[in-house]
């Protein structure tokens, strides 16, 4: 009798996933539309086909960040100075390759539990894969430092402006006073025992495929994808049986394309810190700005508010009013390359440094014009599909706004709340917010419109806000670390070619301990400070 041949089961790709959630998603607004459920509009046929469109227009910046960041890759490896720069790191390393997990990890921490490192990692997917394989363990070894990295230090966000800066401000604006000194003391308690939590489990997985490549979590797929990209599986195994190895070797332009190569991402770093919210005015030294007012007359008023809401604005009487702008007179001295100074960079001045430092980075290597065009296009074509998973991510957030669906299960939600004891109201604010999470993926965002709802009811309990602050940063941290509609994820896993159906079955028991922890520690901090 002849035997069938079993078929391969392949995961379901990014694309896929994140095309289901917005359908599902969809479909979920139109019945509770169909129902009369108030503050939710189902979605229309055009709301869903016209969502990754929007979401692409979303993400631009950040889509030719990662377009142009391919093409500087591609140069640097057109020089060969990174595999040479790698090759020479491991050898240094031999034996104590697994230094780098805790090192690395806590470096990407700091970033992320000071100014929520989450898109800017990225690049570094590629780099730790590259860098991991070499040492012997795998690409999605590499993937976890990254992820779980930051990950963890945006959990326990400290002073990251763009959580708890928001969430603070937002409470503000409500009336609402906070102690800084507690969210920052709640903050570091969460960041440093999740970050234990999550090195010990990455170094355990990495130990082990160093020791058997077998207990490699990564499908035959995904293994020969890596292999495929990062090939050095011969060259490790004849270094790990040869201790008499040389060193690998380096020309001088080698050299000086990987120390600029390093220089480009430290400034990059230095540029998206936003330095003036801790006080350090360094970068903005040099800068100079006076107020300008105008005369405003009535017919000016009325033609900016037309055009603005698409209706007609009737004034009665003359009416004049004044404008007041502030020009800058003096640009800051770090604001010489892309007008913006240090500190308040974004994904566009991020694109013009990596550019021109690829044009830099081809003079050193004395890569010639053709095979520079050639390299650059080749490294940003190899993005494209990483491109369009960031895009597409972003149209689930595009759909939530427009139907509604995500504030009417935070206001729903806020109001099952109330009445509850600090006990019960604590892991349940918790778990609302993981909830959330998965509607608003932007930490800035989720602050905004949550915060002076959950922090205001916290506040009428006479429960401790700093801790509700908490429960935000913790609940979003966590889901982060898995949200199908994160574009940073889901592109970071992709350029380390790990499904991402494989990153949550390898990581679903370290984020539901991780969880548990949060929220026994918010629980306690509820109780104590209420």
Known sequence: MAQTKKKKRASLSSFSIILSILVGLALVTVIMGA????????????????????????????????MVLGGFLGIITETGALDAGIA????????????????????FSIGGTTYGMCEETVPFYLLLAATMVAAGFDSLTGAA????????????????PFAVGVAVDALAGVGIEVNQAIIIGLGAILWIVTLIIATIFVMRYAKKVKEDKGSCFLSLQEQEAMMEEWGMEASQEEADTDDTAEAPHMTGRQKWSLAVFAFTFVVMIVGFVPWGSFGIEAFDLGAAAEEVVSPVSGEEITAVYDEATGSALALEGAVEGEAVSVVE??????SFLTGIPLGGWYFDEASTWFLLMSLVIGLIGGISESRFVKAFINGAADM?????????????????????????ILENAAGALAGMSAIVFAPLSFLLYVVISFLIGSSSGLATVSMPIMGGLASQLNFSVETMVMIFSAGNGLVNLFNPSCGAIMGGLALAKVEYTTWVKFGAKLFLVLGIVCMAILTVAMAILS
């Open 384 to 408: 494209m599909s990483v491109v369009l998973v960031l895009a597409l991510a972003r149209s689930v957030a595009v759909l939530m706004a427009e139907t509604g669906l995500d504030m009417w």
């Open 329 to 334: 007179t003096s640009p800051a001295w770090s």
């Open 88 to 107: 020479t790191l491991v050898h240094k390393l031999r034996g104590n390759e697994l230094l780098l997990i805790p090192i690395l990890m806590f470096v």
């Open 35 to 66: 129902l009369g459920v108030e503050g939710v509009q189902g979605a229309t046929l055009p709301d869903v086909l016209t969502a990754p469109v929007k979401g692409f227009q979303g993400a631009m910046g950040v889509c030719i960040f990662v």
């Open 145 to 160: 430092v990254v992820l779980l990295g930051a990950g963890c230090g945006v959990l326990g966000s400290t002073v990251n």
